[in-house]
């Protein structure tokens, strides 16, 4: 047996009366679910308000934000990785692959572009700031494609 989706349909009227995932299928797919919506969430509200931060207080606010957030980021990518590693284990098809390549790319991007940049953000520096917006932005639309493959391999 697969970890992908297993679905009994009837012939006759074709409605789907049950879709099974098994649980390394589950795991990744609500890991996956969890990195996207934590991302986006960071995209969309966490980062725009960081960089609207005024020179003065950038220092305090900047230091408060890492060390707040440094923790729900670490349970997120182990999950994730976790995950990751279960669903290769049990399922060795093209969207878990595709998966586990963006999984890798996700940490790739976060561990060489943005945790760099934040570490060079001990004060204000504009150029530094958008840098790190667009690491974001690519980081959260490999998050969502990320997500995709999670479902393709979940239910494909």
Do not use: N
């Not at 230091?63 to 997120?76: A, F, K, W, Y």
């Amino acid at each position: 047996m697969t970890s992908r989706a297993h679905d009994e349909r009837r012939r006759d009227s074709g409605r789907l009366d049950r879709v099974t995932v098994t649980a390394p299928g589950a795991a990744f797919l609500a890991a996956t679910a969890l990195h996207a919506g934590f991302q986006a969430t960071v995209t969309v509200l966490v980062y725009p308000a960081l960089a609207r931060i005024p020179t003065d207080r950038w220092a305090v606010e900047h230091d408060r934000h890492s060390r707040r957030i440094t923790p729900l980021v670490g349970v997120v990518y182990l999950a994730l990785a976790g995950a990751t590693v279960w669903m290769l284990v049990a399922d060795r098809g093209p969207w878990t692959y595709a998966g586990a390549l963006l999984a890798l790319a996700v940490a790739v991007v976060t561990g060489v572009g943005a945790a760099p940049v934040h570490g060079r953000l001990s004060r204000a520096d504009p150029v530094l700031i958008a840098r790190l917006l667009v690491i974001d932005r690519v980081r959260a639309v490999l998050g969502v494609l990320l997500l995709a493959c999670a479902c393709g391999a979940a239910f494909g």
